[in-house]
């Protein structure tokens, strides 16, 4: 049989309802006498009710069982009795505060947990995004390499690499591929310039940690007459900060 004091430390249980008949209805006769208990449970529901808003999975059916079944090899820490209780309300100010602690450190793992989701849906985001970008640029490339009208050129770069730039004037773009280029030096990257006859406007930068991958030029051809090779810092420039490694003549 529960005492007095046993029963001030079911609001949270009580407000989750968890307890079986028999403790549910002491308590409901408990709570009618005292207003500390009373006023627990209602803080306890609503926040244990905006919670359940928060959550979008809906739990398994098991999990009440196992829930309960595992409160009952863990019980709750009675109040202390080294001391006399001076009465009914200093008792449950007593349990209130210990159960607001436990109703606090729920909330904490509930605002963290909501916190990784955060971070695991915003790191979802961005992978969709680059793989959605990597896409576009491979279907790009393949269509400019695949138009009837493609035309290419190669220049030979130092050390024995090579550069070739195909260009398809009817989708006005082009397509540049390297071959034997090394890695820039740390904190740079290899950006590529269209010439627009003498004007030169970015056509985008090279994976410094892929080289050899084929880039699909930024911005239209029809204009240009020319493709340069620059070494810029890392991010790239607005105008070229350096001479050319290489200059390539778009073919006609």
């Not at 006859?197 to 204009?223: C, F, N, W, Y």
Request: contains cysteine; positive net charge; hydrophobic residues 40%.
């Amino acid at each position: 049989m529960r005492t007095t004091e046993d029963l001030h430390t079911l609001t949270g249980a009580y407000a989750l309802h968890a307890l079986g008949e028999d403790e549910r209805a002491a308590f409901q006769r408990h709570m009618k006498n005292c207003p500390p208990c009373a006023q627990e449970v209602a803080e306890f529901s609503a926040t244990a009710t905006r919670l359940g808003l928060a959550v979008s999975d809906a739990p398994r059916l098991a999990s009440r069982e196992q829930v309960l079944r595992r409160i009952s090899g863990v019980r709750q820490e009675p109040p202390r009795t080294d001391e006399p209780v001076r009465s009914r309300w200093t008792v449950a100010v007593r349990a209130r505060r210990a159960s607001q602690w436990a109703l606090a450190a729920c909330v904490a793992a509930v605002a963290a947990f909501g916190g990784l989701a955060a971070w695991q849906q915003d790191q979802a985001d961005q992978a969709r995004t680059r793989a959605e970008r990597a896409e576009a640029r491979a279907e790009g490339i393949t269509a400019v390499l695949a138009a009837p009208d493609a035309r290419t050129t190669t220049a030979r770069l130092a050390d024995g690499a090579s550069a070739t730039v195909v260009v398809s004037r009817s989708l006005n773009q082009g397509v540049f591929v390297p071959a034997g280029m090394g890695r820039p030096p740390s904190g740079k990257v290899y950006q590529l310039w269209l010439d627009d006859h003498g004007t030169m406007r970015s056509a985008g930068l090279m994976d410094p940690d892929r080289p050899g991958q084929a880039v699909l030029l930024r911005g239209p051809v029809e204009k240009a007459s020319g493709l340069g090779i620059t070494v810029e810092p890392a991010g790239g420039s607005a105008r070229p900060t350096s001479a050319p490694i290489a200059l390539v003549t778009l073919p006609v």
